[in-house]
């Protein structure tokens, strides 16, 4: 074999084991994303890649909580969400292969964290046609339904990442913006991302502590959640429902007028906190008077 064939190999030998080196560490990455809530609250949120495992973590701990109601905009017989739904851990999820575990903090009707577990196959994602240039990304549009939520996202191929904000896996790239609403005709939104940075820096020690919440704490099966954050939402109303009627009351002998009788809700004021909005819950809430 001459000495310019050895060559050869050698550069080829050498630029497939490159190629596998550098497939390898690209699948460590840290994202990092603006969060802004569907109260306008705003914060940044991590997306931490180790192979084929992620972690997603909001970083809105109860120091920056915010309030997106002015008093001046209160009108004694229509009820908003006005508190950020947090604490100090947030809101944080673990993805491997099989399945997607979400932990969601404290919300109103019940004193204690979601913690639970679904498939990650329920993820059926539509892919369309629609593209256009977010920043420097050539993205494509996708829209996905999942437990209550419609999620609209823009991902690019350019990165070829499956894992996204917090459930938003299995396409085949990076997601550089991302939406969810009630439905695709509602104007109110639950959450926007958008995509700040990519880059390969080590987060083990939040990656370990997240990955090992789950581990170490009981996490719930999907449908149990549903049991859960069902019963927790109509309880949370039967408690707002006497309030309001007592506060009703009060305001119209203050005011010299009758009481309203009535209370105006905003739209998802009792599930607005969730992720996964139980099936069925909207009705059963609304029967509730």
């Not at 919300?107 to 498939?119: A, D, M």
Request: net charge neutral; with cysteine; glycine share 6%.
């Amino acid at each position: 074999m001459s000495l310019s064939n050895i060559y050869i190999m050698r550069y080829f030998f050498y630029s497939i084991l490159f190629f596998f080196f550098n497939l390898v560490k690209g699948q460590e990455y840290l994202l990092e994303y603006s969060f802004s809530d569907m109260l306008a609250n705003k914060s940044t949120a991590d997306l931490i890649i180790k192979g084929n495992e992620s972690v997603f973590k909001v970083n809105d701990g109860k120091n920056n909580q915010g309030d997106a109601l002015k008093q001046s905009e209160y009108k004694p017989n229509t009820l908003v969400l006005s508190r950020k739904n947090t604490d100090k851990l947030s809101a944080f999820s673990y993805t491997n292969q099989n399945e997607i575990f979400v932990r969601i903090p404290y919300v109103k009707g019940r004193e204690k964290e979601f913690v639970y577990k679904f498939n990650s196959e329920k993820l059926n994602w539509q892919i369309t046609n629609e593209t256009k240039q977010i920043n420097k990304y050539s993205c494509q549009k996708a829209t996905l339904q999942l437990h209550g939520r419609y999620y609209e996202v823009w991902f690019t191929t350019e990165i070829p990442i499956k894992f996204g904000p917090f459930r938003l896996n299995g396409l085949p790239g990076m997601i550089v913006e991302a939406r969810v609403s009630v439905d695709s005709d509602s104007f109110t939104t639950g959450g926007t991302w958008r995509l700040l940075s990519v880059s390969n820096k080590d987060n083990h020690e939040a990656f370990s502590f997240h990955k090992n919440f789950f581990v170490n704490n009981e996490v719930m099966t999907y449908s149990d959640y549903e049991k859960a954050a069902s019963e927790a939402m109509l309880e949370f109303k039967r408690k707002e429902l006497a309030q309001d009627a007592a506060f009703d009351a009060k305001w119209a002998k203050e005011h010299g007028t009758e009481p309203t009788g009535e209370m105006i809700y905003g739209k998802d004021y009792f599930t607005g906190y969730l992720f996964d909005i139980p099936e069925g819950i909207r009705e059963k809430l609304e029967k509730l008077n």
